[in-house]
């Protein structure tokens, strides 16, 4: 019943401030007065991709011609000088700072450069804090208090039975450790690549659900971003790498089974295994990137919907409000599946690739078994 009553509210807020967009749009286009100049045309793929990319600063919204955005700072390490002021100085990309300025157009579109007196771009160091790292920042900070609560409370109430966040807590850790991590590495190595497999099951899940939520400091564009899922994918293969036993390198270097002429004199079957392990990680990295970005693109493209018809008639707005409204609404609640689903699928993939690098042989001793 109560989930119920918050899908009502949520839908009806939803909706009323739709309708109040796609009138505010039409009226702004027609023009109250004959001085005042129309807005910006609406461009939904400029908008779409303006809401799921990294920026210099945190947009909130626009009214009228004022931007509402949250500065953040920039760092730049350019001519053995570094750098370091607000990103309110490039008042929203129009201006340029001590030479620098965000790119329009072109390969560093989006990027800070320096253009040289012949107009060659050159990118300077970058380590601003932009939007997403920013976003992890505080993902990261929210993760730590909350499972330091968690583990106070478990030093607390040993023979208690959980309450709380620590309840719904100490499920998604006993799946993660039971379901992922022991059925797919093994009793006598699970423990050990736990910790790394509940820490990225967590960051991601949690990550995803902060995506979202549409509210400063919230809403950013984290596991859509590909260089995050990169690195996440990056650290599997590191981990992978550095835990692959005797038993691991040596299925790859000297498949067994396979016909010596696969081997030498061009290893064959080496290069195909190489080519597998290299492609593990990439695997990871676009399955997250691709299918989050993806939820985040369908629901704003229905949002986008209500403005593109508001701008042949407000009726058109009004009846395609309630269409665009009803499916974002779903389309979020089937996010929060989506949510799980790919942090699991992550991890589970993770797990797999560390338990085959794990595992030890017992080829021999089969067929000792059987003979």
Do not use: C
Not at 241 to 267: C, D, E, M
Not at 342 to 358: D, E, K, N, P, R
Request: no cysteine.
């Amino acid at each position: 019943m109560r989930f119920t009553k918050i899908a009502f509210i949520t839908t009806s807020f939803l909706l009323l401030f739709s309708l109040l967009s796609t009138q505010h749009i039409h009226a702004s286009e027609a023009g109250h007065d004959e001085h005042e100049a129309p807005t910006k045309a609406f461009k939904p793929g400029d908008m779409i991709i303006s809401h799921i990319v990294d920026s210099y600063e945190w947009h909130i919204a626009n009214i009228g011609h004022t931007h509402i955005s949250v500065p953040l700072p920039v760092i730049l390490y350019d001519k053995n000088q570094w750098h370091v002021f607000m990103s309110s100085k490039f008042k929203h990309g129009q201006e340029a700072y001590l030479g620098y300025e965000i790119a329009k157009e072109g390969a560093q579109k989006g990027k800070i450069v320096r253009f040289e007196a012949d107009g060659t771009a050159v990118l300077p160091y970058d380590f601003s804090i932009t939007k997403n790292v920013f976003a992890v920042f505080v993902s990261s900070f929210l993760l730590i208090v909350i499972f330091l609560s968690v583990a106070k409370s478990y030093r607390k109430t040993k023979k208690h039975a959980p309450k709380g966040f620590q309840s719904i807590a100490e499920v998604a850790i006993l799946f993660v450790r039971d379901e992922i991590a022991l059925a797919t590495i093994g009793k006598k190595h699970y423990e050990r690549f736990a910790p790394y497999l509940l820490t990225i099951f967590f960051f991601i899940f949690f990550n995803n659900l902060l995506g979202l939520i549409p509210v400063f400091p919230f809403g950013a564009n984290i596991t859509g971003n590909i260089a995050v899922t990169g690195v996440l994918s990056l650290f599997t293969f590191g981990m992978i790498l550095i835990s692959g036993n005797k038993n691991y390198w040596a299925h790859i270097f000297n498949t067994p089974g396979v016909p010596w002429w696969l081997k030498l004199p061009l290893p064959l079957m080496p290069i195909i295994e190489l080519v597998g392990v290299v492609t593990k990680p990439f695997v990871l990295m676009i399955r997250l990137f691709a299918n989050i970005t993806a939820g985040h693109i369908i629901i704003l493209g229905f949002i986008s919907l209500i403005f593109v018809f508001g701008k042949t008639s407000l009726a058109a707005g009004y009846g395609m409000s309630v269409l665009s409204i009803t499916m974002s609404v779903f389309l979020y609640f089937l996010e929060l599946l989506v949510a799980f689903i790919q942090a699991y699928v992550f991890t589970l993939l993770s797990s797999i690739f560390l338990g085959m690098a794990v595992e030890e042989h017992h080829h021999e001793e089969h067929e000792t078994h059987h003979s």
